[in-house]
C-alpha cells in the first residue's frame, strides 16, 4: 500500500530573493520571485508563505500564481526589512506531468542581504537563494 504512493520530487523549481529598484517609492526593495527552470510550465501554482522565529511570526499569506510557463519567473510579494531578520519559508506547490509536486524553500534569519547577493538565473539580476 505504501510502496505504492509516489511523491515526485520538485526539481528546476525555486524561489529567490531578488533586490530591486522601486520606481514609484524611488528605494531598493527585496521582492520574492519564483523561478520555473523546467522544461515545462508549471500549472495551479500555489505559495504559501510566512516569516516566524521562536517569540513572532508573521501572517500567513497565500498566492495563486496560476500557470508559469517553462524557464520563466512570476513575482511573488515584497519583503519588507522587519521580517529579514526572521526565518521567512514559502511552500510551493503546483501541478506538472500530470502529477502533483511541493517544496519547501527556507530562507534562515538574516541571510537575506546585501553583501551575499548572486546572479540569479532567469531574471538577470542579483539575489539570495536558499540555503
Known amino acids: 500500500m505504501k510502496k505504492d504512493i509516489e511523491i515526485p520530487i520538485a526539481k528546476d523549481v525555486h524561489v529567490a530573493v531578488v533586490r530591486e529598484w522601486n520606481e514609484e517609492f524611488l ?3 527585496w521582492n520574492a520571485y519564483i523561478l520555473n527552470n523546467r522544461t515545462d510550465a508549471i500549472e495551479m ?4 508563505s510566512k516569516g516566524y522565529d521562536d517569540e513572532r511570526k508573521t501572517s500567513t499569506m497565500r498566492h495563486g500564481l496560476g500557470l508559469i510557463a517553462a524557464k ?10 522587519d ?14 506531468e500530470g502529477k ?3 517544496k519547501r524553500f527556507v530562507f534562515p534569519k538574516n541571510t537575506i542581504n546585501e553583501r551575499d ?6 531574471i538577470d539580476l542579483e539575489g539570495i537563494l536558499p540555503r
Open 117 to 122: 547577493l548572486q546572479p540569479i538565473p532567469l
Open 72 to 81: 520563466s519567473f512570476a513575482k511573488i510579494e515584497v519583503l519588507q526589512e
Open 45 to 48: 501554482t500555489i505559495i504559501v
Open 27 to 29: 528605494s531598493k526593495d
Open 100 to 102: 502533483l509536486f511541493e
Open 83 to 96: 521580517i529579514l531578520a526572521l526565518d521567512n519559508e514559502f511552500f510551493v506547490t503546483f501541478f506538472a
